[in-house]
């Protein structure tokens, strides 16, 4: 059974929905990026590998940290329904679908949240679960409720949003952000608008059918591919980062050479492409993308474990 909210156009469950709709209000895919990204921080922290940090309460504050990072997503799907409803990759989603309540969709995001920051903070310590809190507020409401309607700048400001989650996840240790903790921010930071603007250039018409200013539709495909190479260049240099300040030996090294070039060369394909082969392009850079991140973190990751054991 179902009902029509007339102020927004979109419909809503009255009920009967399955757990994988609930769970698909927490955004999964998202929920996966940001608990490996949190895990590559805790174990790149002082004694993440050495017992600086219990087993168990590192379970938790990684737990908490995926509940937290599904409750911001609850919420963005909460205040988003009614342009996820006109847009083809999210009109499937539970809200617009009918599956699930805005309603529902608020509260379970709202007792995630509260939940996973009280539970982090008890656990670990609340310097981490301040980081969480502001990190569930600034996706929810600093992103989704404002900059994304608001400015083509939308993805670059709100990318923060995402690259909280190493940093915390180091914090969950050592109870303090440090230069190293930055850096895996950075990395992320950079690395979000040439990934969704990638997104964005072949999915023009949707963003502007739902009326979000992303910057192709703003600024022109021109424009959006300059800025594309411009961050892919500071995105290259800012990987290698880690090799000069003590976090990484050849191995990383070596490996973010490659992956940076790599992206690099994507971008700057995509920056001579036009038409149907520019949008094959891009679908190539956001595809390339995802892989990159995980790359780069899981050879800072290898490079640190290698190192700790002496083989290199």
């Not at 509260?114 to 981490?128: C, D, E, K, P």
């Given at each position: 059974?179902?009902?029509?909210?007339?102020?927004?156009?979109?419909?809503?469950?009255?009920?009967?929905?399955?757990?994988?709709?609930?769970?698909?209000?927490?955004?999964?895919?998202?929920?996966?990026?940001?608990?490996?990204?949190?895990?590559?921080?805790?174990?790149?922290?002082?004694?993440?590998?050495?017992?600086?940090?219990?087993?168990?309460?590192?379970?938790?504050?990684?737990?908490?940290?995926?509940?937290?990072?599904?409750?911001?997503?609850?919420?963005?799907?909460?205040?988003?329904?009614?342009?996820?409803?006109?847009?083809?990759?999210?009109?499937?989603?539970?809200?617009?679908?009918?599956?699930?309540?805005?309603?529902?969709?608020?509260?379970?995001?709202?007792v995630c949240?509260?939940?996973?920051?009280?539970?982090?903070?008890?656990?670990?310590?609340?310097?981490?679960?301040?980081?969480?809190?502001f990190t569930?507020?600034?996706?929810?409401?600093?992103?989704?409720?404002?900059?994304?309607?608001?400015?083509?700048?939308?993805?670059?400001?709100?990318?923060?949003?995402?690259?909280?989650?190493?940093?915390?996840?180091?914090?969950?240790?050592?109870?303090?952000?440090?230069?190293?903790?930055?850096?895996?921010?950075?990395?992320?930071?950079?690395?979000?608008?040439?990934?969704?603007?990638?997104?964005?250039?072949?999915?023009?018409?949707?963003?502007?059918?739902?009326?979000?200013?992303?910057?192709?539709?703003?600024?022109?495909?021109r424009a959006?591919?300059?800025?594309?190479?411009?961050?892919?260049?500071?995105?290259?240099?800012?990987?290698?980062?880690?090799?000069?300040?003590?976090?990484?030996?050849?191995?990383?090294?070596?490996?973010?050479?490659?992956?940076?070039?790599?992206?690099?060369?994507?971008?700057?394909?995509?920056?001579?492409?036009?038409?149907?082969?520019?949008?094959?392009?891009?679908?190539?850079?956001?595809?390339?993308?995802?892989?990159?991140?995980?790359?780069?973190?899981?050879?800072?990751?290898?490079?640190?474990?290698?190192?700790?054991?002496?083989?290199?």
């Amino acid at each position: 059974m179902a009902f029509v909210d007339d102020s927004k156009g979109y419909v809503t469950a009255a009920g009967g929905a399955r757990v994988e709709d609930y769970f698909a209000l927490l955004k999964p895919r998202v929920m996966s990026l940001v608990v490996f990204t949190a895990i590559i921080g805790l174990l790149l922290a002082p004694g993440g590998l050495t017992g600086g940090i219990n087993p168990v309460v590192a379970i938790i504050a990684i737990l908490c940290i995926a509940i937290g990072a599904g409750g911001s997503g609850a919420l963005n799907m909460w205040y988003d329904a009614d342009i996820d409803r006109v847009m083809s990759r999210t009109a499937n989603r539970p809200i617009p679908a009918g599956r699930v309540s805005r309603e529902e969709a608020l509260t379970l995001g709202l007792v995630c949240s509260g939940f996973s920051v009280a539970i982090l903070g008890l656990a670990t310590n609340w310097v981490v679960a301040a980081l969480l809190a502001f990190t569930i507020f600034f996706y929810a409401v600093i992103y989704t409720m404002w900059l994304k309607r608001s400015t083509p700048q939308n993805i670059v400001i709100g990318g923060a949003a995402g690259a909280f989650p190493p940093m915390i996840g180091w914090a969950a240790v050592t109870g303090d952000i440090s230069l190293p903790s930055v850096v895996l921010f950075l990395i992320i930071f950079l690395w979000t608008p040439p990934h969704f603007w990638a997104l964005a250039l072949y999915k023009q018409g949707d963003y502007g059918a739902a009326g979000i200013p992303m910057l192709p539709n703003v600024a022109g495909e021109r424009a959006t591919k300059v800025q594309i190479v411009a961050y892919s260049v500071i995105l290259a240099a800012t990987s290698l980062v880690p090799s000069f300040i003590g976090m990484s030996g050849w191995l990383y090294t070596a490996v973010a050479v490659v992956t940076g070039a790599s992206f690099l060369y994507l971008a700057l394909r995509l920056y001579r492409a036009d038409g149907t082969a520019m949008k094959k392009v891009a679908r190539s850079l956001f595809t390339y993308s995802l892989s990159y991140l995980a790359v780069i973190f899981f050879a800072l990751m290898t490079d640190h474990i290698a190192q700790l054991v002496g083989w290199l």
